[in-house]
């Protein structure tokens, strides 16, 4: 997987196409990111550079609710690319 705006681009779309919003934002966060489950809202530190934000949300995928289904067929093949870095983990 390739660390640059257009992977991080395709990887937000796969939260967004689900209902996801994400906000790069200032904070105090523990971990460099929240997830408020409730509004479908992420927030990741905006200090993050975009191989940090790539990496946050590769690790955040997993934990949301994505139904694979409503994907594009682009952003299935890249939530199966995303999931394939996440079990070689």
Request: hydrophobic share 35%.
């Amino acid at each position: 997987m390739k660390y640059n705006q257009h992977t991080l681009d395709k990887i937000e779309r796969i939260a967004e196409e689900n209902g996801y919003v994400i906000r790069y934002e200032r904070g105090t966060f523990q971990s460099g990111y929240c997830i408020l489950q409730a509004k479908k809202v992420i927030v990741i530190n905006k200090f993050f550079q975009t191989e940090g934000r790539i990496n946050t949300l590769v690790d955040l995928i997993p934990q949301l609710e994505i139904n694979f289904d409503a994907l594009t067929h682009e952003s299935q093949k890249m939530y199966d690319e995303v999931m394939s870095v996440v079990s070689e983990k």
